[in-house]
């Protein structure tokens, strides 16, 4: 346990003062006891009102229950469901309509469509990845993934599987960028006859500069070049402007349960913000060190020089509303809300971009995702918290932005109002289907049994969110002011499935969509040169927004006649992944990995996918289609499943056995048996809970 400093009042762990006294404070121009004062001004006026927030949130989902147990198992009327929702406060007034009104906001964000990364902030070398994929080669993309059948053959290159490389990324360049006449697969180099001239915009000696949609597409020229050599113009590379920006992430991915924790986490930020950023590691036998990427620079056609970002413009994710922090202890002994030391510490840290050579924000924003906030109030009471820190750091108003994670159902259900509560500084809404689909199950927790979990994704509700999410986005101005995004790509090894699929995203009007790594960006980006999203996006304007009935169709089973053998086949799924993912979180402090499912196919889960499963296995285990004894046989037989599916990781802790000792199968358990009493159905406070013990272990 960390000793404790006393700082106007507030009981700060020493690592977190001496963090932000010793390398935060110097250089921003604020003293640490003007600093320590403003803090313990914010949390005077704000820790009151995040309280009273939640228990807001507890007092209508005691209602919704409430209602859902008095229908005695009628089927729901929905005129008479809504009008409940909206006498309960639980659905508002549409707001008048509106335009947002953000400004100094950035080109990635604003007027360009791409890739969006996220990775987790704990993890120094992937946060250095993310942000130097601003770039990456097409080539290499292509070769090393399944995007194309086949594989290399061998060790070393193999030229077939290089012309299968090539072919497929000269009939990419064919369809964005094609020549006037002819193929790029005939073109023997020169400055090439393109059908549209206006997308060549430079070079950088012999390499040519293309630009098409927005985004930039580099021809590599080396005739000296394994690759070059053999091309008939010297083609050795296609290199894509992948990643537009990045959402380095301290929420859903990592596992922060104490100051320790949240420090390395902000230091990190700080890495970002001051430049200075790296990582180490071995590498054949040799340390290979990693820095942030500089900027790239060409010379236009005009020959004045065009330099260009070379890493992604960084966004950082905050936790939201629910959890406390040990690492500040308010006055009277209590936690201090978690949500408002991430606003303060990350906007005080981003001040070293703005007062520096910027690189990150060129516009002099600093750009913070909020998630999970549950409708209007919420996001009105983040715009309040966000004026009161850049009083306190001397911001100029509105230089916080907020992106929206329209991932609740009473966000999503009243969308343009929670717009409307952040307008001003508003510069992002994401759909996040997988804590929305939590949401779904635990706020209809008591409606009935839910479908099955892979029937989830078809269901109409989700369709209908996904519409809206475009459509209330457009109708409130955010076409060329702020990006609507849509969410992640989960199976990061199957590329050739996200190209076929993800197309969908920018054909939705999305102008960023969520890749899992920097090879999926540059696949990805591919996406953003074949469909023009901004023309797409003025065409969805025409359409109406889908109606709020559907969105409210809670997804319960129309008849429960699921035959043994598929009830056991639902457990152990959900089993499976809860295991999987939790005995990483709660054993090994990993918050977002690579966890194979149930067929041993590696998806990248966090707690979003976790509160999907638990929230499933407990509507069940509520309604009875499972017993408790199914469900403790399904962990005890998932158990060894993961346990084999571990075996090779030195820092795994078998379960299979050891149920009464392992903290990450207690974890697992209770997530399903306490489901009904978490928050929301939020999975953070017990994942805490078990990481601190195994901690203290």
């Not at 927005?214 to 070059?228: F, N, S, V």
């Not at 499912?597 to 590696?602: L, N």
């Not at 009493?677 to 406070?685: A, F, R």
Request: aromatic share 6%; charged share 25%.
């Amino acid at each position: 346990m960390a000793s404790r400093i006393d700082k106007a009042g507030l009981a700060v762990a020493a690592p977190l003062a001496t963090f932000i006294e010793e390398r935060v404070l110097p250089g921003t121009g604020i003293d640490a006891a003007g600093f320590w004062q403003g803090v313990a001004l914010i949390y005077a006026r704000f820790a009151p009102e995040n309280t009273a927030l939640l228990a807001v949130r507890d007092v209508l989902q005691s209602k919704i229950d409430a209602w859902h147990a008095g229908r005695g198992g009628r089927p729901i009327d929905q005129a008479a469901y809504h009008a409940f929702l909206r006498d309960i406060g639980y659905l508002v007034e549409e707001p008048a309509p509106f335009t947002i009104a953000p400004t100094h906001v950035d080109a990635e964000v604003a007027t360009m469509a791409g890739p969006q990364l996220v990775v987790p902030i704990l993890n120094a070398r992937f946060l250095l990845n993310a942000a130097n994929a601003r770039w990456g080669s097409l080539y290499d993309a292509l070769y090393g993934t399944d995007a194309i059948a086949g594989a290399a053959a061998g060790a070393g290159y193999d030229p077939a599987r290089g012309a299968q490389v090539i072919a497929w990324a000269k009939a990419f360049l064919d369809r964005a960028v094609p020549l006037a006449d002819g193929s790029w697969t005939n073109w023997t180099g020169g400055e090439p006859r393109l059908a549209d001239p206006s997308h060549l915009v430079g070079r950088a000696g012999e390499h040519l500069l293309l630009r098409h949609n927005g985004l930039h597409i580099e021809l590599a020229i080396d005739r000296a070049h394994p690759i070059g050599r053999d091309d008939p113009a010297g083609l050795a590379d296609i290199v894509l402007e992948s990643a537009l920006s990045t959402i380095a992430d301290l929420e859903d991915s990592i596992a922060a349960v104490d100051a320790e924790d949240k420090v390395a986490a902000y230091a990190n930020w700080l890495g970002l913000m001051k430049g200075n950023l790296e990582a180490s590691f071995q590498k054949d036998g040799r340390t290979v060190t990693r820095r942030l990427a500089a900027s790239r620079r060409y010379v236009a056609l005009d020959g004045a020089e065009l330099l260009l970002p070379g890493r992604s413009l960084m966004f950082v994710r905050n936790v939201g509303h629910l959890m406390t922090t040990s690492a500040i202890l308010l006055p009277g002994g209590s936690e201090a809300p978690e949500g408002i030391l991430d606003s303060i510490v990350t906007s005080l840290i981003a001040m070293h971009d703005l007062n520096g050579p910027r690189a990150n924000s060129r516009a002099g924003s600093i750009y913070i995702v909020k998630p999970k906030m549950h409708g209007p109030d919420e996001a009105a009471f983040t715009s309040r918290l966000f004026d009161a820190i850049e009083d306190l750091l001397g911001l100029a108003r509105h230089t916080i932005k907020v992106g929206v994670m329209d991932e609740e159902r009473r966000t999503s259900a009243n969308l343009a109002a929670c717009i409307h509560a952040v307008k001003d500084r508003i510069v992002f809404i994401n759909t996040g289907f997988l804590d929305r689909t939590g949401d779904e199950v635990h706020t209809s927790m008591r409606a009935g049994a839910m479908v099955r979990k892979g029937e989830m994704k078809s269901s109409d509700w989700i369709a209908c969110y996904e519409d809206r999410n475009v459509q209330i986005g457009l109708a409130c101005g955010l076409s060329g002011r702020a990006q609507i995004g849509k969410g992640m790509w989960a199976a990061p090894d199957k590329m050739a499935d996200m190209i076929d699929q993800k197309i969908g995203h920018p054909s939705s009007g999305a102008n960023t969509a969520w890749v899992p790594s920097p090879t999926a960006a540059t696949l990805h980006a591919t996406h953003y040169h074949l469909v023009d999203v901004f023309a797409r996006q003025a065409e969805r304007r025409r359409e109406l927004v889908a109606p709020l009935e559907r969105l409210l169709t809670a997804p319960i089973a129309a008849c429960r006649n699921w035959q043994p053998d598929e009830v056991r086949d639902e457990l152990e799924n959900n089993a499976q992944g809860i295991l999987g993912y939790v005995s990483r979180w709660v054993d090994e402090g990993v918050g977002c990995s690579k966890v194979p499912d149930i067929h041993d196919v590696g998806l990248m889960e966090d707690r979003a996918t976790l509160r999907i499963s638990s929230q499933h296995m407990a509507n069940w285990l509520l309604h009875g289609v499972a017993s408790a004894e199914e469900i403790n046989a399904a962990f005890r037989r998932m158990a060894a499943k993961v346990d084999a599916q571990n075996a090779r990781d030195p820092l795994y802790r078998p379960m299979a056995g050891h149920e009464e000792d392992s903290l990450a199968f207690q974890a697992a358990h209770a997530l399903v048996f306490e489901g009904l009493e978490q928050t929301n159905g939020y999975t953070e406070p017990l994942l805490h809970r078990y990481r601190e013990l195994a901690k203290r272990r």
